[in-house]
């Protein structure tokens, strides 16, 4: 995983030496409305890559990743419809380290590649634009540093448990269960340029990321006032 980061790093260096754009991460620990305020920065202009979405282009039928997965794991993993059975091969992998990551060497590499390959185009379309990319284990993988600014966003955890038991229908020993086997809220804030906290209403959560947003285009202003000057 390592290698694979530094190769994406050295490709994001080549693309910001080609635009002036700011790549901005967002991020957060489950629950605590990452994918509102990436709308919200959609809707103040800054396009998305988003992971998820990245993690299953990649194994949809008649792609390698597909293709692969289906060989090494077999047709059990693969539901009456064609496509995976995420939740089976989910259950495959967290109950064996091994198949956990032999799944990473196939997905990983792939995920990055497509990210590069969006964010090339992304940044050739729109050169001075300030991109957002959502990356749920930002943290955990140690990708922070791939980014120029990272946005955390953040519920306290009785909040957190509540709404994912809400979310998923879920009793919240369940909920607390989830919570508590990834990295909490309060800690994924320590590696933050910027707090959005999402405990209120949605009209505060916007007011705190239309203030951010305004932010960002004076960082990357000032990233490229530094870049000219040396």
């Not at 919200?40 to 692969?68: H, N, S």
């Not at 309060?186 to 405990?199: G, L, M, P, R, T």
Request: overall charge neutral; hydrophobic content about 35%; charged content about 30%.
């Amino acid at each position: 995983m390592e290698s694979i980061i530094h190769q994406t790093a050295i490709a994001l260096e080549k693309i910001r030496r080609q635009s002036r754009c700011l790549v901005v991460a967002v991020t957060g620990s489950i629950a605590c409305g990452k994918s509102t305020v990436s709308g919200m920065l959609e809707d103040f202009g800054g396009p998305l890559i988003d992971f998820d979405r990245i993690a299953r282009e990649v194994v949809k039928p008649g792609t390698p990743g597909y293709e692969q997965i289906v060989s090494d794991f077999g047709a059990g993993v693969v539901q009456p419809d064609g496509t995976l059975d995420r939740k089976k091969l989910s259950d495959i992998v967290f109950a064996d380290k091994k198949k956990r990551r032999h799944l990473e060497k196939i997905t990983h590499p792939l995920i990055f590649e497509t990210f590069t390959r969006k964010l090339t185009g992304l940044t050739a379309d729109h050169p001075d634009a300030v991109i957002q990319v959502a990356v749920p284990l930002l943290i955990e993988l140690n990708m922070q540093q791939l980014f120029d600014k990272v946005i955390v966003v953040y519920l306290p955890r009785d909040i957190q448990l509540e709404r994912l038991a809400i979310r998923d229908n879920i009793s919240l020993e369940a909920a607390a269960s989830i919570v508590g086997s990834q990295l909490s809220p309060d800690e994924k804030k320590k590696y933050a340029d910027y707090v959005i906290d999402n405990s209120c209403d949605r009209s505060h959560t916007r007011d705190q990321v239309n203030r951010v947003w305004q932010q960002l285009h004076q960082d990357k202003k000032k990233r490229y006032q530094e870049n000219n000057a040396c």
